[in-house]
């Protein structure tokens, strides 16, 4: 079976850093994906990492280890409009068509 | 922009009605994804199609049907609604089935009475 496992809730305050972490247990990999959703609102694509090592757009950075079965989304100078749910989704290597898998998101509250 | 729509934002139905949900992209793309969420247990596929009249079901089938006609368009359908089938159903499409960025619908919040 697939495993993705993600914090359920993080609280941080305004223009602090926030690291939220996702585990993964799969079988088989090929890339991790980082979503963001607004409460009521679609989840937006935020990252996408396939090789180790980190990825930096802007304000929020994405880290991968695929020997740990590991990634983190680092927010920094963390704004209020940043309350939201982050999603961790990986891909899989198989040979049949095998949408993405999604962890149960991590609910981060900004507060000032 | 890839652009996916959905046909209602809110829809209330009564218990044993048929509910069609219907959702339609602007990409292209080969593939479409029905999800349910609700709280505390994340999205969860219902079904998706790799290609026109092609339909795999997801985690959780049951209860739901799909059809997908046309390339653009894909739709849900609840034959018989029933209570617990309240939820958000988000729609999404994308180039490839696996390992390939999903681009999601506004969602529809669906509750059934």
Same mark, same amino acid.
């Given at each position: 079976g697939q495993n993705i496992d993600q914090p359920t809730e993080m609280t941080a305050t305004e223009g602090a850093i926030v690291q939220i972490n996702c585990t993964y247990q799969t079988s088989g990999f090929n890339g991790l994906f980082w979503y963001q959703q607004h409460a009521g609102e679609a989840p937006t694509f935020l990252s996408y990492n396939v090789l180790d090592g980190l990825e930096e757009k802007g304000r929020f950075s994405s880290f991968l280890s695929r020997s740990k079965g590991y990634s983190y989304l680092l927010l920094k100078e963390?704004?209020?409009?940043?309350s939201a749910s982050y999603l961790c989704a990986v891909g899989l290597r198989n040979s049949g068509n095998t949408p993405l898998v999604f962890g149960k998101g991590t609910r981060l509250s900004v507060i000032a | 922009d890839v652009k996916v729509t959905q046909s209602s934002r809110y829809l209330v139905k009564r218990t044993g009605e048929k509910v069609f949900l219907e959702c339609v992209q =602007?990409? =292209?793309?080969e593939n479409m994804f029905w999800y349910r969420q609700d709280p505390g247990l994340g999205l969860r596929l219902i079904y998706f199609s790799y290609d026109v009249k092609m339909k795999e079901k997801g985690d959780i089938p049951e209860g739901y049907s799909v059809s997908r006609e046309k390339k653009e368009r894909f739709s849900l359908i609840l034959e018989s609604a029933s209570t617990n089938q309240t939820s958000m159903y988000l729609c999404a499409s994308s180039f490839?089935?696996?390992a390939d960025t999903q681009y999601f619908g506004p969602g529809t919040r669906l509750t059934v009475l």
């Open positions: 963390l704004q209020m409009k940043d | =602007d990409m =292209d793309h490839l089935v696996a």
